[in-house]
């Protein structure tokens, strides 16, 4: 375990660095496997904010750090944990992860957290509360994956503009010239195309700052990882409203209308599924509303941690 120097914490654009400097503290976390979870830590108050794949989430809202802990987890094979080959230890993908968050929990000695995930892993944070609900304060749900994948939602809640089959047209050019460049260099134009698909407005596509980590061995192997393990273990998924019954704390799900990676039309389900939900619409914003439009989301985010609903937050009663 270790301390880096004082910092501010930049957080998301439009948002106020902390306004006292603080040290951040890392380290490794031993999964029950042995699988080694890198964390960072900032803040020393309580509650604990857990900020899931911290490597590339955790600048953008170490902010929150003003009135809690936040700590960032990179997840099993992502970012800063290590890197992992063995089948094995990588073949229950997101049904692992949330395993790994109860290690971390009691590693660290925290009582309850506030879990914070985004995309894929905003799933993950359920799958956690259905096994220890009483570990868990509050839930922030960004731009997640839909309780099913299975359900087709109507075009008004997926934003179909052609921009999705652009992208897979540019990933196939991608991959048949792949042979000419290093595996950094593919990373790197990887994520040059994920930028703008990842936003509404092209020009917002420089702000994602934080993303590209193409220097990290977990990263570069990131598709394959992907392709045979976790979205196979989210495919498996299909939580109903029974499952959800159990998970009555507070969650608070944050989507952009124009969402092309997550439809938005799954955050409303989100929303109307689970007991205590309140959905936080960001118009003209697609899979990172904190980025395209962080004076919707900063303040929001703020309150509900802090223990109420945010103005805007609204509860669904129907897709």
């Known amino acids: 375990m270790g301390l880096q120097e004082h910092r501010e914490a930049e957080g998301p654009l439009g948002a106020s660095p902390i306004s006292v400097s603080k040290r951040r503290e890392q380290g490794h976390v031993a999964a029950t496997d042995g699988a080694r979870l890198f964390f960072e830590r900032v803040g020393d108050g309580e509650p604990t904010l857990l900020v899931l794949n911290g490597f590339y989430l955790f600048d953008d809202f170490s902010y929150l750090a003003e009135r809690r802990t936040v700590i960032g987890l990179d997840l099993r094979n992502r970012g800063r944990s290590q890197a992992l080959h063995d089948a094995a230890a990588l073949a229950r993908g997101v049904q692992q992860d949330a395993d790994d968050i109860e290690v971390v929990r009691r590693h660290l000695g925290i009582e309850a957290l506030d879990l914070l995930a985004h995309s894929y892993a905003g799933l993950i944070p359920v799958l956690y509360a259905k096994r220890h609900p009483s570990r868990v304060r509050r839930i922030v749900q960004i731009s997640p994956m839909p309780p099913d994948g299975a359900r087709v939602y109507p075009p008004h809640l997926t934003n179909p503009d052609g921009e999705l089959e652009r992208f897979v047209s540019e ?29 509404f407005d092209p020009m917002d596509a420089p702000k994602i700052r934080h993303w590209e980590v193409c220097h990290l061995a977990t990263e570069l192997s990131f598709m394959r990882y992907w392709s045979e393990f976790l979205l196979p273990s989210l495919e498996r998924l299909a939580f109903t409203e029974e499952e959800l019954s159990g998970v009555t704390m507070p969650v608070l799900v944050i989507h952009g209308t124009r969402d092309r990676s997550a439809a938005y039309g799954g955050g409303r389900d989100w929303a109307l599924r689970l007991p205590d939900a309140r959905l936080l619409t960001v118009e003209n914003a697609a899979h990172a509303p904190w980025i395209e439009a962080s004076e919707k989301v900063v303040v929001p985010l703020r309150d509900f941690l802090d223990g109420t609903w945010p103005e805007g937050a609204e509860p669904v009663d129907a897709l």
């Open 171 to 199: 990933v196939g050019k991608l991959r048949e010239r792949e042979h000419a460049l290093s595996p950094p260099e593919r990373c790197r134009e990887f994520w040059g195309l994920l930028r703008r698909l990842y936003v």
